[in-house]
Every structure is written in structure tokens, then in C-alpha cells.
């Protein structure tokens, strides 16, 4: 053969090879899933924030691969599609975070793919949408995930079908307002088909599914296939037996994590399988910690923070050689472990430890070759550990809720805590040199003196918190080079200084000023529009000035908007249309409310209070959202009706109207305001019948319309259940008639116990995100008016004073044992003072005078030892007045213009008194009629951490001595406080950027 024979046929032989590799010798996508990939693409809009949580929590970088989708091009060459070799059919379609957005309904051309053997959706936004039943024409599918995709619904039933499935991933999935959340759910038919027709399945992600109807029992029947099971903050509930899930033979992951419901202790055998990572943390686990533990060598995470677990750190723990990440704290342990145990893990990085356990670390040095995190929360530390500056690859540290003082050490992580600590001093100059730090909280310590003119060398820093110090003087200005801020916490300080409006940080997502000394007018809009991502605005309680343009948030993107008690005038500003809590209340608004706050349809809590707004109230306001939970319009010149148009979809649970100028008759659609607890329309002009009517909502608890035109008989028929939950009832100062009523009394359930179901909070507080609404009141005491900015859950007042009551006191007011102030005063009741009220342990103040009463004092008011201020006055009380126990300390005032009263505290002794004194004379002028609000004194509650309430009164700003019965009864309300304020467990939350 030729040599160019030769060279021929290896020509031949190359081309062969070559021909063999180009495109068009694979097999082509067919048409029909080529146009179904097409349609299915145009079926969405692309949206950045639709896949925002791959870019948050990472790995994941989302992209628009659909934008390589060309219908010229073959589609088994496109982004996130992968064909078959051989058939060209479409086998794999991967478009996690692609930021998808829209409904995926069950029509879509993506259910043409038949042949699909993998689909990732994972990361987009698919609005609301259910999981489509028609994903049972996928019979060949191995894989499947669906999570973070906002699907809700219930998982359905064609899922547990898919019989060749090996992962299965339906996790985070929900859709969450800023009002109200959906999940996808999980049920327990569905979930136990799912465990028997599944026997290939590897892997099973539920973490975030709704799983509250699941039984455990069902996890006995997992495939033993199955290596990775992860179902955290599930809403499961129920007992668990872990040792039949530590018998899966391959099982390698398991989470449990965060399903406060689930129960057991932990096994004693069995703890010798492949598990490398347990999760069991926030669940109501307990008991002890078996020794067996020991034999999990091959564990690498063992997380148990928060459940109940008792007794010793087991002694086999530290033969767990591989551990990277341990978490006990919050726990209940005992005992006494030396730091120096945890040295024994070689590659831990993530540590987690707190009060249960009593730490020695005298060491000077201990070895953390690989430590990035350590949580020393509650460990009851009173100096800082220094052997932490060793810790070379420390990133993350928190000391919170230690006892430490001092100045604050130096540190090299990039993430310190340590709030609720006693920190003093100024904050050293030496933190300026961590040019890593993103996160740094000293939140609730003592800290003062200015913030370093340094700090903005940090261009890391993403989060500065603060809070509750002394920190003084203007703000430095180099902190606008930390243009990566996400969040700045200065609230609760003594800053000097004008608006921040030279703050450069195009990312900031939270301010809060609140509570400072700032000053000065503020260009507000100006200020909006560098700051466009900017969706918490907290200003509250400083010296602002400015005329607000109407326009001012309109094209926000706040959700929060708190700029209440300073000294902003002009007309009200229209909030952004994604606001949800919006305050300018204590400022100096003028003009109308206009009907266009009624566009802002996401509003849930509206304060407007204390401003001097005029005209009447917009009827929208009433009906534009059933979201809307408070609308607070106090203290202002509105005039008019109120609107009879309050719907039964309404959400609202505070409706605050008083000290206005409304007239009318109440509007008798708040019936239908099923969620309402405080209703406040006091101090108007209202003119009506006492709405009964009322009584029918189930959640009321403060009911408060005195100073108004109400008239006639408090009439309850006999056998009624009415106002089962109502523990403040003021009708004062109306023009009710006839006798006290004994029905309305005897309905009063919620003022018969102490435990009277009422919420376990010690306050009336709205909670709202990083915002809260805090519900006040106005009670009057001696003729002051008081205003408890903060409502007690625990106090239970009725004022019944200023009206034409007849006839007797009832003896059912005895049974109304939670009762903590009763006011009956300027009435015309008559008869005798019923031994009754001698059964109201809790009873704080007591006010009948200006009536008719007659007879002796009941000797068992002197038993009511919580009784600071009692008032019988201007009565026809007879006899001596009994001077044993509580009695005896009133003072005279309390028995004034009882003719037939004699003995101390009186001047007039009793005739059979071996020494008798003439009679003093004291006349005490009636009060002159109802002074309007704004004519009388307010007085304020203050409130401080560990003293619940302090008062301060009109008789501190006059230098007037305060009175025993005062003081006396902030010495019970405290007393009463005491029991309700008692610490609960903080559980530590792992650091996610804040």
C-alpha cells in the first residue's frame, strides 16, 4: 500500500472522529418540548427579588438562565436544560434561582415534559401557587425540589406516587406578608403514603412545612434507604421515638430542630449508626443524656441548644473526636465542666454553651486550632475570658446576657456580641482596627462618652447596634465610608446632633434614632431619596422639626415609619403604599386626614394621636383594609360621626377615637369587630343608650367611654353572657341612671380570678416585627387624671363615678376578687357599705364618696392589704371609725363630712372617749364640674426595666409631698408586677446577619 493510500484512510479516519463530534450529529430537542420550554419561559417575569434568597444565604448565585433561551437554537443546548444522548427527549430542567416570577399554574406547558427525570425549581417566586397534581405525569423522576419557592396548599396526593423519586425537597415554602403568612402543608394521609411508596428515597427535605396534623409514629416506616431526613420548624408534635429512626441503616443527617411540640428523651441503645450530623435543638426533648452518646463517632454536628435535657454532660461526650459543631446551651444541665474538656475537639468551629452549665476556665490558654463561632450567652460571667484573644480564627463571639464589666477588650472577630452585659467606659479606639467586623452589638450596657471618630475605617460593617447606653455627642462623620450598612441602631442614647442627612449608604435597610437628643429640621425628603432601599424609620422621641410634604414617602419602600413625639408641623404625610406601621403621633399635624391614607392598603397599625388634626373622620377608614389591627386618633379636633361601617372581615383589635369632638350615636357595626380588645371613645360628645350590644365580643377587654352624653339605665337581662373577658370598664362622668348594675357585674368573669385567662405578657403590647404598638389608658385616681402609657394585663378597674346611680352598692362586687381599683364616687347611692368589698385582696384604690352611704365602716376593709388610697368622703357614715390594721393609716381626707363619724384620724373624738375634742371644721368645695381633657393635668406611668411602674405625678413638678395612699399604691402595683415580670429562657439565635 502507498504512503498516500495510507495518508487517505488516516484522513478519512480523522474525519470520521471529528464528524462524529459535531453538534448536529447528537440527536435534536423535539419540536413539541422545544415550543413547551418556550411557553413555559414567557409564562413569567423576570424579578431579581424573586430569587433574593439564593443571594442571601448563598451558595447558590442567582441569574435569568431563560435568557439563553432562543427558539433558533436547539433547546437541549440552552441554560439548565439537559437531553437525553440518545433521544434528544428533555430529561433535566434546572432553573434554580433563575428569578422567576409568577403563578404556576397547573396548564403549564411544563407538565408536556414527560420524559423529565430531574427538576430543580428551587429559589423562585411562584406566588401563592399549589403544588400542581398534574407532577404525576413525571413517572420517571429521581429528583425533585421545589423549595423556596413560595408554593402553599397541601402537598397533594400524586407526590407520595412518584415510586422512583430518591430526593425530595419540599422545603421553606410559604408565603409571608407583612400581616399574615401561608405555608405549604403536609398531611398526615399524604405523609404516611409518602414514607411506604417512596422505598428508594434517599434524601427528604421538609424543613418549614406546615406537618402539625403528622403523627411521629409515622417515622417508624422510613425507607431504609434513606440517608438525609431534615424536617426543622414543622409545627410537629407529639412523641417521638428516635430509636426506631437511629435504626435506618444509611441514615447519616438527621434535623428535628425547632418543633417545640415533640417530645421524648433520648434513646439509650442504638447511638451506634453512621449519623454525622443530629439536630434536635428547640424541641421539647428532655431528661438525660445517655452515655451511649459515645459510640456516635462518626458524628461531626451534634446541635441540642434549647429543650429540656438535665443531669451531667456525660463523661463519653469528649470520645466524640470529629465533632465540628457542638450546641448545648439552654438546656438544664448540672454539674461543673472545665473548659478544658471542649479542647479535646481538635476541629470544632462552632461552640455553643450557656448558664446551665458552670464553666471553670482559669486556664490562661486553651487550644482552638479551628474555633470560628463561640456562643458564651447567660454564663454568668462577671470578667472578660481573655484566653479568647488566642482564638486566632474567631469570626463570630457573643457574651450577651453575661454580667461583665469593665471597658470593652479588644477582638479580632468579625461578629462580636456582647449586649446585656455591664460594659462601661467609652468604646476603645483599637475596635477601629478590626477592618473585618461586619456585625457589632453592644446593645444595653453602660457604655458613654462619644462614639470613636474612627469607626468608619470598618468599611465591612454591615450592622452597629447601640442600644440603651449613654453615649453622647454628634455622630462621627466617617461612618459615611460603611457604605455596606444594613442596619444602624442608636436608639435609647443621648446623641446631641442634627439628621444624619450625610450618611452614604445606598444598602441601609434600618435606622432607629428613637430616644435621643437629636435636633433640628430635617430634610426629609432628600433624605428618602438616598436612601431607596431604606425600609425601617424610627425617629421617635427626639427635638425634630420640619414641615412634612405630603408626597414624602410615597415612593418609599418603608414598612416602618415611626416619627411620633417631636415637633414636625404641617399636614399629615401620606405613607409609602408597602407601609405597615405608620406613628406621627405627639407631633404638631394640622389640617384634615385625607382619604388617600386609605391607598396604603398594607397599613395595620395607624397612630395619629396628639396632634391638632380637624374635620371628620374619612369613612374609608374604616373598611379600607382587613388588615388594619390599630387606628389610634386621640387627642385631636375631629368632629362628626363616626362612620357606621366597620366590617366583619375587620382585623382590628384597638380603636382609640377620645378627646375629640365626635357626636352622634355609637356605631353599633363595631359589633362585628370580632378581634377588638380596646375600644376608647371617651371624652366626646356622644349621645346613647350603654351598648349592651357589646358585650357579645369575645375578645374585649378595655371598654372606656366616660365623658360623654350616655344616659338612662345599664341594663343586662338576667342570665346574659356578656364581656366575659373585660377587666377595665369606665363610664364615668355620663348621665346613667337607676341602680348599680348587679347583671353587668355578675358578667364580669374576667375580674373574678387573679388567673383570669388573660394573656401571659405583663403588658397590652402589639407586637409588630422590630416595631410595637403599646395600648394606653387614662384612669383616674383622687380627682388626677393618669395615664398609663403601658396597660398591665393584670389591672382591673371599674369607674362608675360622676353619674346618677341609685339605691345599694351590690354585694356581687365581692366576687370580683382580681379587682384592683374601684370608683363609685359622686353617685346618690344609698343604704350601707356591704362587708363585701372586704373580700378584694388585690384592691389597690377605693373611692365612694360624694353618695349617700350610711351606717358603720365595715371592719374588713382593714384586712385589704394592697389598699393605698381610700376615699369615703361626703357620705352619712356613723360610728367610730375601726382603728385596727389598714384603716388606722388613711389620713383624714379619706372620712371628711361624715357628720356621724368619730376617732382617729378624725379631731372629733367618740363620746365614750375618756377625752373628747370639739369637732374640726373642714369644708372640701365640690369639684366644678367635668373639666375637659385638655383643661386637666395629665400625669404619666414611667417604666423602667425591673421596676415595673413608677409614678410621676403633678405633685413632684409643684414640690408638693407626695401622698401615702400614692405611694402605697406603687408599692402593690409593684408588688403585683413582681409576679408577672418573672425572667423567661432567652433562646440564642444563631447568627444570620443580625
Known amino acids: ?44 417575569v423576570l424579578d431579581l427579588m424573586a430569587s433574593a434568597n ?14 439563553s433561551w432562543n427558539k433558533s437554537v436547539d433547546c437541549c443546548s440552552w441554560d439548565g436544560v439537559t437531553c437525553d444522548s440518545v433521544t434528544g427527549n428533555v430529561v433535566s430542567l434546572d432553573l434554580a434561582c433563575s428569578r422567576l416570577r409568577g403563578p404556576l399554574h397547573s396548564n403549564s406547558s411544563l407538565f408536556l415534559l414527560r420524559h423529565l427525570q430531574n427538576l430543580n425549581l428551587f429559589g423562585n417566586d411562584f406566588a401563592g401557587s399549589r403544588i400542581s397534581p398534574n407532577l404525576g405525569a413525571f413517572a420517571g423522576l429521581t429528583h425533585l425540589n421545589l423549595s423556596s419557592s413560595c408554593f402553599t396548599g397541601t402537598v397533594p396526593r400524586e407526590i407520595p406516587c412518584l415510586s422512583k423519586l430518591v430526593s425530595l425537597d419540599l422545603s421553606v415554602n410559604y408565603v409571608d406578608t407583612a400581616y399574615s403568612s401561608s405555608s405549604l402543608r403536609l398531611e398526615n394521609p399524604i405523609f404516611t403514603m409518602l414514607v411506604q411508596n417512596l422505598t428508594t428515597l434517599r434524601k427528604l427535605v421538609l424543613d418549614e412545612v406546615d406537618m402539625s396534623m403528622v403523627s411521629p409514629k409515622s417515622f417508624a416506616n422510613l425507607s431504609s434507604s434513606l440517608t438525609y431526613l431534615s424536617a426543622s420548624y414543622c409545627s410537629l408534635g407529639g412523641v417521638l421515638f428516635l430509636d426506631t429512626v437511629f435504626r ?9 430542630s425547632a418543633n417545640d411540640d415533640m417530645s421524648r428523651t433520648l434513646p439509650t441503645s442504638n447511638w451506634t449508626g453512621p449519623l454525622k450530623y443530629l439536630s434536635l435543638s428547640y424541641t421539647n426533648f428532655s431528661g438525660e443524656i445517655p452515655d451511649s452518646i459515645g459510640n456516635m463517632e462518626s458524628l461531626i454536628v451534634l446541635e441540642l441548644s434549647g429543650c429540656g435535657f438535665t443531669g451531667h454532660i456525660p463523661s463519653s461526650m469528649w470520645n466524640l473526636k470529629q465533632l465540628q459543631i457542638l450546641y448545648l446551651d439552654w438546656n438544664n444541665f448540672s454539674g461543673v465542666v472545665e473548659f478544658e474538656n471542649f479542647t479535646n475537639f481538635k476541629y470544632l468551629r462552632e461552640l455553643g454553651v450557656s448558664h446551665e452549665l458552670n464553666l471553670i476556665y482559669d486556664a490562661p490558654k486553651y487550644t482552638f486550632p479551628k474555633l470560628e463561632v463561640l456562643w458564651l450567652s447567660s454564663c454568668n460571667l462577671t470578667k472578660f475570658p481573655y484566653f479568647l484573644s488566642s482564638l486566632k480564627r474567631l469570626t463570630h463571639l457573643d457574651l450577651s446576657f453575661n454580667r461583665i464589666s469593665g471597658e470593652i477588650p479588644p477582638s479580632s472577630t468579625s461578629n462580636f456580641r456582647a449586649y446585656n452585659n455591664n460594659f462601661t467606659g467609652e468604646i476603645p479606639s483599637l475596635i477601629c482596627q478590626l477592618s473585618s467586623l461586619q456585625f ?14 474612627c469607626l468608619g475605617n470598618i468599611t465591612n460593617l454591615e450592622i452597629l447596634k447601640l ?15 460603611c457604605v455596606k450598612l444594613l442596619s444602624l441602631f442608636l436608639d435609647h442614647n443621648e446623641f446631641s446632633d442634627i439628621f444624619p442627612h450625610w450618611l452614604e449608604a445606598p444598602q441601609l435597610l434600618r435606622l432607629d434614632l428613637q430616644s435621643n437628643k437629636f435636633n433640628g429640621y430635617i430634610n426629609l425628603t432628600a433624605f428618602g431619596l438616598s436612601f431607596l432601599a431604606l425600609e425601617l424609620l424610627v425617629i421617635s422621641n427626639n427635638n425634630f422639626t420640619g414641615r412634612l410634604p405630603t408626597e414624602l414617602f ?33 407631633n404638631k399635624i394640622t389640617g384634615k386626614i385625607p382619604s388617600l391614607i386609605c391607598n396604603a392598603t398594607k397599613l395595620e397599625i395607624i397612630d395619629l394621636s396628639n396632634n391638632s388634626l380637624t374635620g371628620s373622620l374619612p369613612r374609608c377608614l374604616t373598611t379600607f383594609s382587613t388588615d388594619l389591627s390599630v387606628l389610634n386618633l386621640r387627642m385631636n379636633y375631629l368632629k362628626g360621626t363616626i362612620p357606621h361601617s366597620f366590617s366583619s372581615r375587620s382585623s382590628l383589635m384597638t380603636l382609640d377615637l377620645s378627646r375629640n369632638l365626635f357626636e352622634g350615636t355609637l356605631p353599633r357595626s363595631l359589633v362585628k369587630c370580632k378581634k377588638l380588645e380596646v375600644l376608647d371613645l371617651g371624652d366626646n360628645r356622644i349621645q346613647d343608650t350603654f351598648p349592651r350590644w357589646l358585650g357579645t365580643l369575645p375578645e374585649l377587654k378595655v371598654l372606656v367611654l366616660k365623658s360623654n352624653n350616655l344616659k338612662d339605665l345599664v341594663d343586662i337581662p338576667m342570665g346574659a353572657h356578656l364581656f366575659p373577658k373585660l377587666h377595665i370598664l369606665d363610664l364615668s362622668n355620663n348621665n346613667f341612671s337607676g341602680p348599680l348594675p348587679a347583671n353587668l357585674i355578675t358578667n364580669l368573669k374576667g375580674m373574678m380570678t387573679v388567673e383570669n385567662g388573660q394573656d401571659k405578657s405583663l403588658y397590652m403590647t402589639r407586637s409588630f416585627g422590630s416595631a410595637s404598638y403599646e395600648n394606653s389608658v387614662t384612669v383616674t385616681m383622687k380627682g388626677l387624671e393618669i395615664e398609663l402609657v403601658k396597660i398591665l394585663t393584670f389591672l382591673t378597674i371599674i369607674d362608675l363615678s360622676h353619674n346618677s346611680f341609685q339605691g345599694d352598692i351590690p354585694e356581687v362586687i365581692g366576687h370580683l376578687h382580681s379587682l384592683v381599683g374601684l370608683n363609685l364616687s359622686r353617685n346618690h347611692l344609698t343604704g350601707f357599705i356591704p362587708p363585701t368589698p372586704g373580700n378584694l385582696t388585690n384592691l389597690g384604690w377605693l373611692d365612694l364618696s360624694s353618695n349617700k352611704l350610711r351606717g358603720a365602716i365595715p371592719r374588713n376593709l382593714g384586712d385589704l392589704a394592697s389598699l393605698g388610697y381610700l376615699n369615703l368622703s361626703k357620705n352619712q357614715l356613723t360610728g367610730r371609725i375601726p382603728q385596727d390594721k389598714q384603716l388606722g393609716t388613711f389620713p383624714s381626707d379619706s372620712f371628711n363630712e361624715n357628720p356621724g363619724l368619730c376617732g382617729a384620724p378624725l379631731p372629733n373624738a367618740c363620746r365614750s372617749d375618756a377625752q373628747s375634742h370639739p369637732p374640726a371644721s373642714s369644708s372640701t368645695s365640690d369639684r366644678k364640674g367635668h373639666e375637659s381633657w385638655f383643661e386637666q393635668k395629665t400625669v404619666w406611668l414611667g417604666y423602667a426595666s425591673g421596676i415595673v411602674i413608677g409614678i410621676s405625678i403633678a ?17 402593690m402595683l409593684e408588688r403585683r408586677a413582681a409576679e408577672w415580670t418573672e425572667k423567661p429562657k432567652r433562646k440564642a439565635i444563631k447568627f444570620h446577619g443580625q
Not at 471529528?18 to 419561559?41: E, G, N, T, V
Not at 439564593?54 to 435568557?67: E, I, L, Q, R
Not at 435506618?248 to 428535628?256: A, R, V
Not at 418609599?556 to 406621627?584: H, Q
Open 467 to 481: 442600644s440603651n447606653n449613654k453615649l453622647q455627642g454628634p455622630l462621627p462623620r466617617s461612618l459615611v465610608k
Open 554 to 586: 410615597s415612593n418609599t419602600s418603608l414598612a416602618v415609619i415611626d416619627l411620633s413625639n417631636n415637633k414636625f408641623g404641617g399636614p399629615i404625610p401620606l405613607p409609602s403604599p408597602v407601609t405597615s406601621y405608620y406613628s406621627i403621633a405627639n
Open 248 to 256: 435506618l441503616p444509611s441514615l447519616t443527617h438527621l434535623d428535628l
Open 1 to 44: 500500500m502507498g504512503c498516500h493510500q495510507i495518508l487517505l484512510r488516516l484522513l478519512c479516519f480523522l474525519f470520521f472522529l471529528h464528524s462524529s463530534s459535531l453538534p448536529f450529529a447528537s440527536p435534536l430537542c423535539p419540536p413539541d418540548q422545544h415550543d413547551a420550554l418556550l411557553l413555559f419561559k414567557n409564562s413569567f
Open 54 to 67: 439564593c443571594d442571601w444565604y448563598g451558595p447558590v448565585v442567582s441569574y435569568p438562565k431563560t435568557n
Open 955 to 971: 405633685y413632684i413638678a409643684f414640690e408638693i409631698e407626695k401622698p401615702k395612699w400614692l405611694m402605697r399604691g406603687v408599692r
Open 440 to 453: 457589632l452589638n453592644f446593645f444595653n450596657n453602660s457604655l458613654s462618652g462619644n462614639i470613636p471618630s
